[in-house]
C-alpha cells in the first residue's frame, strides 16, 4: 500500500520503518512516555519521606505510593502485551498514555494518602500500556537495518531518566510541593499524546479473541509472587510464604492453559525459540544483579563509608551515565554483531565492576568509587540494547507485543529478586553484609555472561527471519 499520512500505514509499510523525518516524531512521543514512566519511579522513591511527613503518615503505610504504582505495572504487562497484539499496539498506547495524564493530575490533586496511592495504581496502569507497547513500537519505529540502533537510543533514555530522576526531584522539591512532581507529567504527557497520534503508525492487531482467564491467572500470578516474596523476605510473615505458594500454583495453572494454545496470554510460543528464552533469563539474572547492587550501595555509602545523602547520590551517577553512554553505542554494534557476544563481553565487565566495588575496603577515596561505578554502568549497556534487539526481534511481528511484554515483565522480575535478595541479606546479616551481596551480584552477573554466552550456539535472529515462521495473524 502506498504511504499517505504519517499515522497511516499497512502491515508491510511498518515493517521497513518510518521514513525521516517521521521517525524521529513517532520516537520522541514514545520516548516522552516512557522517561516519564521511569521517572515517576525515581521521583517517588526521593520525595516519599517528604510525602509521608506532609500527609502525617507512617512510613509502612507510605510506602504504598511506590507499591501501589509497582505493582499495577507488573501485574498488568503481560494481558496488555496480548491486548496490543489483538487490536494493535497504538490502540493500546495511546489510551494508556492518556490515562497516566489522569492518574498523574489525580495525584498532584490528591489531598490525602488513600487518595494519592488510588491515584498512583491508576498511573501505575497507564505506565504499564506504556511499557508493554514501548519495545513493539521501536520495533515498528526502526527499520530491521537500525533496530539495534533503535533499542540503544531507547536504553539511552532509560538510562538519563533514571540518573536525573532524583536531581530533578530534589530540585522541584526545593521550590514547590510534593504535588508539582506529578502536575509536570502532564504538559509532557499531552506533548506526547498530540505527537504519538499524529506519528505514530497505526498497524493493525491479529484480531484474535481475548483469555479474560488467563489474564486473570497472569495478574493473580505476578501479584501474589511478588507481593509475597518482598512480604516474606522484609518482615519474615508467614503470610508472604502463603501468598508466594499461591502465586506459584496460579502460574503453573496458567502454563498448563496456555500449553498449546498458538498465540497464548503467557507467550509460551516465544519461550520455546532458544534464543527467546535465552535472552529472557539473561535478563532476568543480569537485572537481579543490577537491582542487588543498586540498593544496596547507598547503605554501603552512608552507613558503612558515611558519605552524606547528596555525596551519595552523586557518587552512584556515574553508572546510569555509563549505561547511556555504552547503550547507543551497543546498539549499534548489535546490527553487525551477535547479541550472545555482545552481552557476554559486557556481563563479564559487569561482574569485574562489581567485585571491585566489593573491594572498596573502609576509607576509598572518591576517584576509586567513581570508576568502578563506571565499570559497572559501561558493562551493563554494552549488553542491555544487543539484548532487548534479539529478544523484540527474534518473535515474529505478530507476536512483538508479547515480546515487549516479555522483556519489560524480565526486567522487573529481575528488579525484583534483586530488591528481595537484599533485604533478606540485611535482615539476617545485618548492614554488614553490604559486600558479600555485591560479591553475589558479580556472582549472578558473571552466570547471566554464560548464559548470553550460549546463545552463540542458537540461531540468531536474522538467520532465522529467513526461516519459516508459523505467524499467527
Known amino acids: 500500500m502506498k504511504q499517505d499520512l504519517p499515522g497511516r500505514f499497512d502491515t508491510a509499510a511498518a515493517a521497513d520503518g518510518l521514513p525521516t523525518p517521521h521517525r524521529y516524531f513517532a520516537a520522541a512521543a514514545v520516548w516522552l512516555a516512557i522517561a516519564m514512566s521511569v521517572l515517576d519511579t ?18 509502612s503505610v507510605a510506602v504504598w505510593v511506590i507499591n501501589a504504582y509497582q505493582l499495577a505495572i507488573t501485574i498488568l504487562l503481560l494481558p496488555l502485551a496480548a491486548l496490543g497484539d489483538r487490536i494493535g499496539h497504538v490502540r493500546v498506547y495511546l489510551p494508556a498514555l492518556g490515562l497516566f495524564i489522569i492518574g498523574s493530575l489525580a495525584c498532584a490533586l490528591s489531598g490525602s494518602l488513600p487518595l494519592l496511592i488510588a491515584a498512583r495504581m491508576l498511573q501505575g496502569i497507564g505506565a504499564a500500556g506504556i511499557m508493554s507497547m514501548n519495545a513493539a513500537l521501536v520495533r515498528t519505529i526502526y527499520p530491521n537495518s537500525m533496530l539495534g ?18 536531581t530533578l526531584a530534589s530540585l522541584i522539591l526545593s521550590f514547590a510541593h510534593w504535588p508539582w512532581l506529578f502536575a509536570v507529567n502532564v504538559p509532557i504527557g499531552l506533548i506526547a499524546l498530540v505527537v504519538g497520534r499524529r506519528f505514530l503508525p497505526k498497524v493493525p492487531g491479529n484480531g484474535q479473541a481475548p483469555d479474560y482467564p488467563s489474564a486473570l491467572l497472569s495478574a493473580g500470578m505476578f501479584g501474589f509472587i511478588v507481593y509475597g516474596a518482598e512480604s516474606l523476605a522484609r518482615e519474615g510473615k508467614l503470610s508472604g510464604a502463603v501468598l508466594l505458594v499461591l502465586g506459584l500454583v496460579l502460574g503453573a495453572v496458567l502454563v498448563r492453559r496456555n500449553w498449546s494454545r498458538p498465540a497464548p496470554l503467557f507467550p509460551l510460543d516465544l519461550l520455546r525459540i532458544p534464543i527467546f528464552s535465552l535472552s529472557i533469563a539473561t535478563s532476568v539474572t543480569s537485572f537481579a544483579a543490577q537491582m542487588l547492587a543498586f540498593v544496596t550501595m547507598p547503605f554501603l555509602l552512608q552507613s558503612v563509608l558515611h558519605r552524606t545523602v547528596v555525596e551519595s547520590g552523586l557518587l552512584m551517577t556515574p553508572w546510569p551515565l555509563a549505561v547511556g553512554f555504552a547503550a547507543p553505542f ?28 566489593s573491594t572498596l575496603g573502609a576509607q576509598p577515596t572518591t576517584f576509586d568509587i567513581i570508576w568502578r561505578m563506571a565499570v559497572c554502568g559501561a558493562g551493563f549497556g554494552l549488553f542491555q540494547s544487543p539484548n532487548n534487539r534479539t529478544m523484540v526481534s527474534a518473535a515474529p511481528r505478530s507476536r512483538t507485543g508479547a515480546a515487549g511484554g516479555m522483556l519489560a515483565t524480565a526486567r522487573l522480575l529481575g528488579q525484583t529478586t534483586g530488591a528481595v535478595g537484599v533485604a533478606a541479606g540485611f535482615h539476617w546479616l545485618g548492614l ?11 556472582a549472578a552477573a558473571f552466570a547471566a555472561a554464560c548464559i548470553s554466552l550460549l546463545r552463540l550456539r542458537t540461531m540468531q535472529p536474522e538467520t532465522r527471519a529467513a526461516a519459516p ?4 495473524s
Open 42 to 59: 525515581a521521583i517517588a522513591n526521593i520525595a516519599l519521606p517528604t510525602i509521608a511527613g506532609q500527609l502525617h503518615a507512617a512510613p
Open 149 to 166: 540502533r533503535g533499542m540503544g537510543y531507547n536504553a539511552l533514555v532509560l538510562s538519563v531518566s533514571a540518573a536525573v530522576g532524583p
Open 469 to 472: 515462521i508459523a505467524d499467527v
Open 432 to 442: 554488614g553484609a553490604s559486600p558479600v551481596l555485591l560479591r553475589v551480584a558479580a
Open 330 to 357: 551497543a546498539g549499534r554494534l548489535a546490527d553487525k554483531y551477535p547479541a550472545g557476544l555482545l552481552g557476554g563481553v559486557g556481563l563479564a565487565v559487569f561482574a569485574i565492576g562489581l567485585f571491585s566495588l
